[in-house]
C-alpha cells in the first residue's frame, strides 16, 4: 500500500501562485507514475498533470501548459505542482495519485493509490 498526503491548497487571487505537495509513504520502492487531478463543482475529475518516477517525463492537460510544472524529489517521495497564473477556472479540489510502472497515462481508472485531496479556490 501507498499512502498520499497533499497539502499547500488554500485561497488565493487570479494571478498568483500557489505550490501543491504530495508526500508518499508506505510501499514507495519501485517504479511509479505520479498525477495531479481536480475536480470543480458539478464537474468531473479530470487530469492536470502527470511525471514518471524514473525517467521525469511530463504530461499536462492543455488548460494549464505553460502555466503549470510538475515536479518531484525521489528523495523525499514527494511531487508537487507548481501552479503559476492562476485563473478562476483552477479551482477545484485537487488529487494526487500514484500508478505503478513506468507509462505516463493520463486516464484516471488507471492510478492505484490516491490522496483524499487539497482544496484550490482562485477568487477573480
Known amino acids: 500500500q501507498v499512502q498520499l498526503v497533499e497539502s499547500g491548497g488554500g485561497l488565493v487571487q487570479a494571478g498568483d501562485s500557489l505550490r501543491l505537495s504530495c508526500a508518499a509513504s508506505?510501499?514507495?520502492?519501485?517504479?511509479?507514475?505520479m498525477g495531479w487531478f481536480r475536480q470543480a463543482p458539478g464537474k468531473e475529475r479530470e487530469f492536470v498533470a502527470g511525471?514518471?518516477?524514473?525517467?521525469?517525463?511530463?504530461s499536462y492537460v492543455d488548460s494549464v501548459k505553460g502555466r503549470f510544472t510538475i515536479s518531484r524529489d525521489n528523495a523525499k517521495n514527494t511531487v508537487y505542482l507548481q501552479m503559476d497564473s492562476l485563473k478562476s477556472e483552477d479551482t477545484a479540489v485537487y488529487y494526487c495519485?500514484?500508478?505503478?510502472?513506468?507509462?505516463?497515462?493520463?486516464?484516471?481508472?488507471?492510478?492505484?493509490?490516491w490522496g483524499q485531496g487539497t482544496q484550490v479556490t482562485v477568487s477573480s
Open positions: 511525471i514518471s518516477w524514473i525517467a521525469g517525463s511530463t
Open positions: 495519485a500514484a500508478k505503478r510502472g513506468i507509462r505516463l497515462t493520463t486516464r484516471e481508472g488507471e492510478y492505484d493509490y
Open positions: 508506505g510501499r514507495t520502492s519501485g517504479s511509479y507514475v
